[in-house]
């Protein structure tokens, strides 16, 4: 059936040449975000669970393991097992592993149904009943996907860096 709708399929071929609709390995296009955020939530989330496991079993243990050394080193054991307990939380709480997991993870979806959105208003643009229509279409599409892509990725950056604390370096010094 040869396509009714000429002007759609040509604003949708010259979309298909830009950066922002290339494949996943082409940095700046909404599937290499996607991926961006997809490979990066997991290992977020892997390193907050690690790190409470390890609070968490350090904290609980530290008296049991403590009486399992003889008595003259129990305070060096107890002092490094304390140390340990101390990194581990400074970690967490630096790379603040928890936020980045919710934040990636968030992002990844939000971009994921902007796309599909989009999909939808592409088949929504060819199904239109004049060429003018789907173009219409196609541009409020468009610009509704790229608002979508942009705040997303601003959000997430945003989030983050409010989330960065940056050490006080003059603690006695009043504002």
């Known amino acids: ?16 040449e830009q950066q922002f609709f290339k494949d996943e390995n082409t940095q700046g296009s909404v599937l290499w975000y996607i991926g961006f955020y997809q490979t990066r939530a997991p290992n977020r989330r892997k390193l907050f669970r690690a790190a409470g496991f390890v609070l968490l079993f350090l904290s609980i243990s530290l008296p049991f393991i403590t009486q399992l050394f003889p008595g003259e080193l129990q305070p060096q054991v107890a002092s490094g097992i304390a140390w340990l307990i101390a990194l581990v939380a400074a970690a967490n709480s630096f790379f603040n592993w928890q936020k980045a997991w919710q934040l990636y993870t968030q992002t990844q979806l939000t971009l994921q149904f902007a796309l599909s959105e ?20 196609l541009q409020a599409a468009l610009q509704k996907l790229t608002k979508s892509v942009s705040e997303a990725v601003a959000n997430e950056t945003a989030q983050y860096f409010e989330g960065v604390k940056v050490p006080d370096v003059n603690p006695g010094k009043k504002g």
């Open 118 to 137: 989009w999909e939808l208003s592409t088949a929504q643009a060819k199904a239109a009943a004049s060429d003018e229509e789907g173009v219409a279409l």
């Open 1 to 16: 059936m040869p396509n009714s709708l000429p002007k759609v399929e040509a604003f949708l071929t010259a979309l298909k």
